[in-house]
């Protein structure tokens, strides 16, 4: 089935209240941040979307394909599930190799996806190298999560991507998220950070469980996210040499000025 996009029709609030904003739409190529407080509903959102919600949750949202629901198949049966999500934890229990792991994936997709180019994103995405011969269980969470960024983006034909807080994965998650539109998805993340939220074509605000209010990213909020990836990527830069033991002495930051 091709999926062009998906509609999210408003329900309620955690009150019982409609919710503000009625309809949300996303297309494939584009990146939609959800922000909001702790507890304002973010995860439930990213639920709802996870399980092309019918108005069977808490929340009472339906989710649209192609603008209509969805057929039961479509929620139920894993081999057509349409939706990837990669949470803020990732523990494997396969006692493999990370190249076993991925040939197994390539294989159960039919693909003629090279499990290699698919460790290749994985090391542009994270600062710890993954060898194909590491057992997926002696992963860290970054390379964890890097992997398995990698492996949807390019293995998996999910056309859906949920990323929860990705910016505590340890990862690029610049790179990541190009990664992702570069292959035409629709990615969702949950995120607190303004670089990734200024870099996202909308931002759906959350509150008390409600979709509160939809924010098209503005041409000056594209520029300042220009300038906090600089020094978002000198942070980076930092941690990596301090986690190699180096003494850090005499460190300027990027110059983050337009002038």
């Given at each position: 089935?091709?999926?062009k996009k998906?509609?999210?029709?408003?329900?309620?609030?955690?009150?019982?209240?409609?919710?503000?904003?009625?309809?949300?739409?996303?297309?494939?190529?584009?990146?939609?941040?959800?922000v909001g407080?702790t507890?304002?509903?973010?995860?439930?959102?990213l639920?709802?979307?996870?399980?092309?919600a019918?108005?069977?949750?808490?929340?009472?949202?339906k989710?649209?394909v192609?603008?209509e629901l969805?057929?039961?198949?479509?929620?139920?049966?894993?081999?057509?599930?349409?939706?990837?999500h990669?949470?803020?934890t990732?523990?494997?229990?396969?006692?493999c190799?990370?190249a076993?792991?991925?040939?197994?994936?390539?294989?159960?997709e039919?693909?003629?996806?090279?499990p290699?180019d698919?460790?290749?994103?994985?090391?542009?995405?994270?600062g710890?190298?993954?060898?194909?011969?590491?057992?997926?269980t002696?992963l860290?969470?970054?390379?964890s999560?890097a992997?398995m960024?990698?492996?949807?983006?390019v293995?998996?034909?999910?056309?859906?991507?949920?990323?929860?807080?990705?910016?505590?994965?340890?990862?690029?998650?610049?790179?990541?998220?190009?990664?992702?539109?570069?292959h035409?998805?629709?990615?969702?993340?949950?995120?607190?950070?303004?670089?990734?939220?200024?870099?996202?074509?909308?931002r759906v605000v959350?509150?008390?469980?409600?979709?509160?209010?939809?924010?098209?990213?503005?041409r000056?909020?594209?520029?300042?996210?220009?300038?906090?990836e600089?020094?978002?990527d000198?942070?980076l830069?930092?941690?990596?040499r301090v986690?190699?033991?180096?003494?850090?002495?005499?460190?300027?930051?990027?110059?983050?000025?337009t002038?």
């Amino acid at each position: 089935m091709e999926v062009k996009k998906l509609t999210v029709l408003g329900g309620r609030d955690k009150d019982g209240n409609p919710e503000p904003v009625r309809e949300l739409e996303l297309k494939r190529g584009t990146v939609t941040a959800v922000v909001g407080p702790t507890g304002s509903g973010k995860s439930a959102l990213l639920r709802d979307i996870e399980v092309l919600a019918r108005g069977d949750t808490v929340t009472g949202r339906k989710v649209l394909v192609n603008g209509e629901l969805p057929p039961e198949d479509l929620r139920f049966n894993p081999r057509r599930r349409l939706v990837a999500h990669v949470t803020q934890t990732m523990g494997f229990l396969a006692d493999c190799t990370v190249a076993e792991f991925l040939e197994a994936h390539v294989e159960a997709e039919g693909t003629d996806v090279d499990p290699y180019d698919v460790l290749e994103v994985a090391n542009r995405l994270t600062g710890e190298p993954i060898h194909p011969d590491m057992h997926m269980t002696e992963l860290s969470g970054g390379q964890s999560r890097a992997l398995m960024v990698a492996d949807v983006a390019v293995i998996g034909d999910r056309p859906v991507v949920l990323l929860d807080e990705i910016e505590n994965a340890g990862i690029k998650k610049h790179e990541a998220l190009d990664e992702l539109t570069s292959h035409d998805k629709i990615v969702v993340v949950v995120t607190h950070d303004p670089v990734i939220a200024l870099r996202a074509d909308v931002r759906v605000v959350m509150r008390n469980g409600a979709m509160t209010e939809i924010i098209r990213t503005s041409r000056s909020e594209r520029e300042a996210a220009k300038l906090l990836e600089k020094v978002d990527d000198w942070l980076l830069e930092l941690r990596e040499r301090v986690r190699e033991g180096e003494r850090i002495e005499g460190v300027e930051p990027p110059e983050v000025t337009t002038a």
